[in-house]
C-alpha cells in the first residue's frame, strides 16, 4: 500500500506541474468551468502520455505467437466483412486524460501563480461559530451519553477483582459505580465569513463575449474568496436601466436592451447590505462588471455619491472591471479614476480593464492582488 501512495502522491505531483504551467491557458479558454462539480473540477491534461503495451520484435515464443506469415487471416471475427463504417485516417489519434482535482488545490495553484497574498479579515468581521466536541469520560451523565465499551470494562474489572466472575458462565451485570459516560466542551472559534456581490450590465452593448468574460473572471474570484473564508454567500444583480436580483443562471444568462443606468445596480447592493448583512459582522466584496457605458453625467454623479457613502465605507474593497466592447463608450472608468485614487495599493477601490479573454489572468491578481 505504501508504494501504491507513493506512486499516487507523484502523480498528483505531475498533474499539479501540469496545472500549474497551464494555469493561464485553462482561466483564458475557460476549460474548467462547464466541469465544475460540487466541490472538484474535471481539467484535460492531454500532455500525460498513458501507458501502452507494444509487441516485441523478437521472435522467441510466448502467448499468441506461433507459424505465419505477414499478411495471413487470424480467423473470422464477429463482424462481418464490410460493415466497417469511416475511413481509415493517419496519424495517432488524440490522448485526453480528464484529472479530478478539488476546488481548494485549485485556488492554491491559483494564488501560488499569480503570487496572491492571504485575504486578512477587515476589523472585528467575524462570526464566533460555536460547536460541542467529546473530550473525554466521566463517571455521570444522561443515558443517552453513556459509554458502553467503558461501563462494561469497569465492571468486568470489578467482578474479577472481587471474585464474582465466572469464566464458565461470564455475565457481567454493571453497577451504578461501573457507569461512564462521555464527557464534552463547548468549543467557540471565529468563523470569518464574506459576501460577494457580483453587478453586470445587461444591456444590449454587453454581448455574450463579454459576458463569458464575467463567467470566467467570477468563477476563479470566487474559487480564490472561498478558499479565504469558511463562510461565503454570493448574491446577483442585473441591471440596463433598471435593477434586480437575479440567481446565477439568470445572471450569465440574461440578455435585455435598452438604455444604462449603473446607479440602479449600485442603490440596490447597498440596500441588500444594510438590510441584510451587519457590516462588522461580514467581508462585504461587491463587484461591477460593465461596458463603461452609462446614461448620462447626472447618474454617473449618483453612482460617485452611493460609492462614498454607501458601498466602498463598508467593504473591505469594491471592484469595477469595464468589459471592453465594440458599443460601450468606455467612460465609466475614466470617472472613477477622476473621483477616487484608484492608483494606491491601499485604495478600497480597484478598477481593472479587461480587454480579451487574454486580459482576465491580469485583472484577477489586480482584483486580489491586494490581500484585503
Known amino acids: 500500500m505504501s508504494r501504491i501512495k507513493q506512486d499516487h502522491s507523484r502523480f498528483r505531483d505531475i498533474v499539479r506541474g501540469k496545472v500549474r504551467r497551464n494555469l493561464k491557458s485553462y482561466i483564458s479558454n475557460g476549460e474548467l468551468i462547464g466541469k465544475q462539480g460540487k466541490d472538484r473540477v474535471s481539467i484535460p491534461l492531454p500532455q500525460i502520455e498513458l501507458p501502452r503495451f507494444k509487441f516485441s520484435a523478437q521472435d522467441g515464443g510466448g502467448v499468441g505467437q506461433g507459424q505465419g506469415e505477414p499478411g495471413d487471416s487470424l480467423g473470422q471475427g464477429d463482424g462481418q466483412p464490410g460493415e466497417g463504417q469511416g475511413e481509415a485516417g493517419e496519424g495517432e489519434g488524440e490522448k485526453a486524460l480528464e484529472v479530478d482535482i478539488t476546488l481548494d488545490e485549485l485556488a492554491q495553484i491559483l494564488g501560488e501563480e499569480l503570487q496572491l497574498p492571504h485575504i486578512e479579515p477587515k476589523g472585528s468581521k467575524q462570526v464566533v461559530s460555536e460547536r460541542d466536541k467529546y473530550t473525554g469520560i466521566r463517571p455521570v451523565g444522561p443515558n443517552s451519553l453513556r459509554h458502553f465499551k467503558r461501563t462494561f470494562r469497569n465492571a468486568l474489572k470489578r467482578s474479577i477483582a472481587i471474585g464474582e466472575y465466572d469464566a ?203 490581500g484585503r
Not at 347 to 364: F, R, T, Y
Request: aromatic share 12%.
Open 168 to 370: 464458565k458462565n461470564p455475565v457481567v451485570v454493571p453497577i451504578k459505580e461501573d457507569m461512564r459516560y462521555r464527557a464534552w466542551t463547548t468549543i467557540k472559534s471565529p468563523q470569518a465569513n464574506a459576501l460577494v456581490i457580483y453587478m453586470m450590465d445587461v444591456s444590449g452593448s454587453m454581448g455574450d463575449e463579454q459576458k463569458e468574460i464575467v463567467r470566467i473572471e467570477s468563477f476563479w474570484i470566487n474559487t480564490w474568496l472561498k478558499s479565504q473564508y469558511q463562510g461565503i454567500e454570493t448574491r446577483y444583480i442585473i441591471h440596463d436601466a433598471t435593477a434586480k436580483e437575479v440567481d446565477e443562471h439568470t445572471f450569465f444568462h440574461t440578455r435585455e436592451s435598452g438604455g444604462t443606468m449603473i446607479s440602479s445596480a449600485y442603490k440596490l447592493a447597498a440596500r441588500i447590505i444594510e438590510e441584510e448583512y451587519t457590516a462588522s459582522e461580514w467581508n462585504i466584496y461587491p463587484f461591477h462588471f460593465s461596458d463603461g457605458d452609462n446614461w448620462s453625467v447626472d447618474d454617473t454623479a449618483t453612482c460617485i455619491e452611493i460609492l462614498r457613502e454607501r458601498l466602498v465605507p463598508v467593504s473591505n474593497q469594491f471592484s469595477y472591471g469595464q468589459v471592453e466592447s465594440p458599443y460601450g463608450s468606455g467612460q465609466f472608468i475614466k470617472d472613477l479614476r477622476q473621483h477616487f485614487d484608484t492608483v494606491s495599493a491601499e485604495s478600497p477601490l480597484v478598477v481593472s480593464e479587461i480587454k480579451n479573454k487574454d486580459a482576465i489572468v491580469g485583472s484577477i491578481k489586480e482584483f486580489l492582488g491586494a
